[in-house]
């Protein structure tokens, strides 16, 4: 495999999610099916896999990876897990993996318009149904959201100068690709280091387009209603933000007696893995079982 497709954490997932004879998965994230593939080599024939993906581009490449009796591949939110379930007939799973944040297949495919390298339109959808867009947020949200969604989801302490900057360019004309934005915040607040100064605001951005942090608790708070108990919860996140929300999930759960944590502390990539699949370098795995 080439670097972008790589499962991240693939033998830890494994390990942690643990995967028996027969049961039955869910693989939420279920992208280019990396993990997927490693699971059902774990589960046997009387095993089932659910992949679920917002991304339609995405499963049409799965379909044809798994093409595997024991797969069901469903587009769908965190937030329709139970829908899905319910409209397969299925009770209850043995676990549920979420690989969260923006692959490399689409912050490669410029027309999607994740990257601030695109001269595409602002786009960041991972459901390309859906009407909202990044354009949206940046031409049509008032500067005081702007500057909300930045800092919150961003973590961008320039916020304000940044927003500035695009309120005042946006009164001229609308600000449609993702390279026009990106060398505005360029403009404002210059560069330093090898991260691009618009890699925050880009990624509070995608954030706000797709809910990701609405969905992520969707997504976990569903997990827990349909997981067996024994069953077990593997999470990849990419930034505090998201790590954080995990974090205290597992926690909240163990404090309530719901949840075994599996770890003390994320398990990350070793020095290996993130040399050959450099993506990797961010992620972060938490495990809870179900009591």
Known sequence: MTAEHLPVLLREVVEMLAPVQGGTYIDATVGLGGHSEEILKMIGRNGRLIGIDRDEKALAGTAARLDDDRVTLKQGRFADIEAILGSLGVMAVDGVLFDLGV???????????????????????????????????????????????????????????????????????????????????????????????????????????????????????????????????????????????????????????????LVKKPVVPDIREMRENPSSRSAKLRGAERI
């Open 103 to 261: 692959s490399m297949m689409q912050l490669k495919d410029l027309a999607r318009g994740f990257s601030f390298r695109s001269d595409d339109r602002l786009d960041m959808r991972m459901d390309s149904g859906q009407m909202f867009s990044a354009w949206d947020v940046v031409n049509a949200y008032e500067e005081k959201d702007l500057i909300r969604i930045l800092k919150e989801y961003g973590e961008e302490y320039r916020a304000p100068r940044i927003v500035k900057a695009i309120v005042n360019y946006r009164s001229r004309k609308s600000i449609d690709s993702c390279a026009e934005l990106a060398d505005i915040i360029f403009r404002a607040v210059g560069r330093r280091g090898r991260i691009h100064p618009a890699t925050k605001t880009f990624q509070a951005l995608r954030i706000e387009v797709n809910r990701e942090i609405e969905e992520l608790r969707s997504g976990l708070d569903a997990s827990m209603r349909v997981m067996k108990g024994g069953g077990r919860l593997c999470v990849i996140s990419y930034h505090s933000l998201e790590d954080r929300v995990v974090k205290n999930f597992i926690r909240d759960g163990a404090k309530e007696g719901r949840l075994r944590p």
